[in-house]
């Protein structure tokens, strides 16, 4: 019943105009950013392959420190290495696996106890699944990686940031927000009381992560932080890496064809994190540089209430 309700709800803000509008901004121009960002520190998670993997080097080589935050030590060790050797800047990391709770709440605490800034945070972790994992406690994997990590640490790093000069959070969205065009099913958001697809799981973690921004804009009135979203391209990285040899088939002989280079990402996220045009631009969504309505659902701030209180009460937050 309450999925009906909410059905016409938002099917009568759908606007042909807003789909015709996504697919111009997926192929308009991007905005570039050429100031660079020495001495800053930069905030990434997920830096060990893809879209992480550039737009760290694309920090670092704007003189920006790097404090990544991955799963993998071996590749996180190669990747400091690399960095460091080819840029004049300091590449750190911690070690988390963003799909455990009690791991994603001990390197929130580290990010709290820094004694520097952290200038730019970029959310970019992320994985896609075509059969359900759950993690440890229970919880959809792609929800817990992509939602509440970030959930997690925005949360905890509220007075750091606001104690701060200014900061930027970047989370690394999605197009894929749409696959979910009636919204989020909060009382089964970890798909234990529906056939699971890969799809739609997806879509509910990055629609969560857009409807997090209204809050998190509140709780940063007063304070020169801001919060957005971007949807980085359909572009080139190891995405799917875990899904059925059927999608990876599909992935390299056909999607594959498509996919732009993986620096039109990072220039992107570059863009967002340093440009002086969008200082002050807070709770938007983005496709590359160009802002964007996102789906209704994104918009519904009453459901945006009520998934905060599940997620203080789901991350153990209280
Ligand atoms: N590529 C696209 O076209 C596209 C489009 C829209 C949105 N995005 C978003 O862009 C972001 C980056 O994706 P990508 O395309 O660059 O994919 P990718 O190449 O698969 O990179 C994903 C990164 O996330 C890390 N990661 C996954 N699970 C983790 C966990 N439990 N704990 C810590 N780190 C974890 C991976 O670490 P390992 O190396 O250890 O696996 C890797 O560093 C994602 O949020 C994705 O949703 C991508």
Request: net charge positive; aromatic share 10%; hydrophobic share 40%.
């Amino acid at each position: 019943m309450a999925k009906n309700k909410k059905f016409w709800k938002y099917f009568k803000q759908y606007k042909v105009s807003q789909i015709i509008a996504m697919i111009r901004n997926g192929n308009k121009k991007q905005l570039t950013c050429d100031d660079r960002f020495d001495n800053k520190l930069v905030v990434i998670t997920g830096t060990t392959s893809g879209i992480g993997t550039y737009t760290a080097k694309k920090y670092a080589s704007m003189g920006a420190d790097l404090l990544c935050i991955n799963r993998n030590e071996a590749k996180s060790k190669k990747l400091k290495e690399e960095i460091e050797s080819q840029y004049n800047i300091k590449c750190d990391y911690f070690i988390a696996d963003l799909s455990k709770l009690n791991e994603i709440h001990e390197v929130a605490d580290k990010l709290v106890a820094l004694e520097r800034p952290i200038d730019v945070l970029i959310h970019n972790a992320g994985l896609t699944l075509s059969k359900q994992q759950l993690t440890d406690e229970g919880f959809d994997m792609v929800f817990v990686v992509q939602y509440m990590a970030p959930f997690i640490m925005n949360y905890k790093l509220i007075n750091k940031l606001k104690g701060q000069e200014s900061a930027r959070i970047i989370m690394n969205n999605s197009e894929g927000h749409r696959f979910v065009p009636w919204g989020l099913i909060l009382d089964d958001l970890h798909w234990k009381k529906r056939r699971y697809s890969g799809l739609k799981a997806y879509g509910s973690a990055k629609l969560a992560q857009l409807l997090s921004m209204h809050i998190f804009k509140e709780k940063f009135i007063g304070s020169n932080v801001t919060i957005n979203s971007m949807h980085p391209g359909a572009v080139e990285s190891e995405t799917g890496k875990d899904n059925w040899r059927l999608y990876k088939w599909y992935k390299k002989n056909i999607l594959g064809k498509f996919l732009r280079p993986t620096d039109i990402a990072s220039d992107s996220l570059y863009y967002m994190g340093v440009s002086k045009e969008i200082q002050t631009v807070t709770s938007k969504f983005f496709s590359l540089t160009t802002e964007e309505i996102p789906s209704p659902p994104a918009w519904d701030v009453e459901e945006a209430k009520k998934l905060w209180d599940l997620s203080i009460e789901i991350c153990n937050l209280n």
